[in-house]
């Protein structure tokens, strides 16, 4: 799976947007961007994938630039229980038999009162 | 919504001892994984279990790591004889499939070996 580069932490002021980048810059074809998020200790939470489509769901906006090198994941109206650490992850989809996730380290995201 | 139950909370076991961390995975799901992840490192995979069998395991996963599914609701891992670095938390996940699908996490176990 190719690796990801995300900034180790961010800041956030509450009730503004919530910019996550991430690098994916050696992705290949057939790789998904999927984004989860670890709230403190808890089991990480699913919060959006796409392959090279902008998608958009109850949670998050996901940006993947043309050349699918980069993305951005884009919280809306940041609120103080969106403080988590924010993984970037891609992987391949090619019908195996299975669905590992391979983390890295994540963006410390503190959103601020 | 459905999730994923993980039982016990917190397990305090003596090094040496077999330790059993048990999962109640989304009823309708096929795919079942175990992760760790030791305190301040990151959420490492472990095992990914369909069909009632082992179709992927890591480095981390060895003899001394068993899963099974003995019922049809429950996803065990097995640690048979623990030592000081098994302490960590441990995550059970699972998913409907493999391709463009989301997975579940559980609230974790955390084990911690003394």
């Known amino acids: 799976d190719a690796k990801t580069t995300q900034p180790p932490s961010m800041d956030c002021a509450e009730g503004r947007a919530a910019n996550l980048p991430c690098n994916h810059s050696?992705?290949?074809?057939?790789?998904?961007v999927y984004w989860y998020r670890q709230i403190h200790s808890q089991g990480p939470q699913y919060i959006i994938h796409?392959?090279?489509n902008n998608e958009t769901n109850e949670m998050a906006s996901l940006i993947i630039t043309e050349d699918r090198k980069s993305s951005t994941l884009i919280l809306p109206h940041a609120t103080l229980r969106d403080t988590a650490v924010y993984y970037c992850?891609?992987?391949?989809?090619?019908?195996?038999?299975?669905?590992?996730?391979?983390f890295g380290t994540g963006t410390l995201l503190a959103v601020q009162p | 919504e459905p999730e994923v139950t993980q039982t016990p909370s917190h397990q305090v076991t003596q090094m040496g001892q077999e330790v059993i961390l048990r999962c109640v995975p989304i009823?309708?799901?096929?795919?079942f994984y175990w992760y760790r992840q030791i305190l301040g490192q990151k959420v490492e995979f472990l095992v990914s279990?369909?069909?009632?069998?082992?179709?992927?395991k890591s480095e981390i996963f060895d003899d001394q790591f068993s899963v099974e599914r003995p019922d049809g609701s429950n996803f065990t891992l097995k640690i048979r004889s623990t030592k000081l670095e098994d302490s960590a938390m441990y995550f059970c996940?699972?998913?409907?499939?493999?391709?463009?699908?989301?997975?579940?996490f559980g609230q974790g176990t955390r084990l911690t070996v003394v």
């Open positions: 996940a699972s998913s409907e499939g493999t391709l463009k699908t989301e997975a579940f």
């Open positions: 050696t992705i290949s074809g057939n790789e998904y």
């Open positions: 796409g392959l090279k």
């Open positions: 992850i891609v992987r391949v989809e090619d019908g195996g038999a299975t669905n590992k996730l391979i």
């Open positions: 009823s309708n799901h096929l795919y």
């Open positions: 279990f369909y069909n009632n069998e082992i179709s992927e």
